[in-house]
């Protein structure tokens, strides 16, 4: 399984970004294989509108099959949703301690976004 940690840096040490459209890149992690690899997402940082909709694509499209992240917003969500990938929020400060949460079965999926839209 393929899952995307929003992150703030290119490591299991690095702190969980807490958005999920904005986050700095994220970092996928093969839980079969222990593999992991970086999925920039700058082109979204300052993205005027859309940073939501184009991360979740782009996130899919890279194979994950679960997003691990602090807040997604309702476009981003869906785009997650509908493409099959499990989404969990979390408040813990790095991509390591919730790769272990996720790994233990503390995460709890969700079943809805938990941060509002910024363009309507």
Known sequence: MNVAFSATGTDLD??????FGRAKQFIIV????DAASILENTQNMNAAQGAGIQAAQ???NAGATAVVTGNCGPKAFQVLQAAGVKIYHT???????ALKAFL???????SSANAEAHWS
């Open 91 to 97: 408040k813990l400060s790095s991509v390591g301690a």
């Open 14 to 19: 690095s702190d969980l970004d807490q958005r």
């Open 30 to 33: 093969n839980t079969d294989t």
């Open 58 to 60: 782009n996130v899919v």
């Open 104 to 110: 233990a079965g503390e995460l709890e999926e969700a």
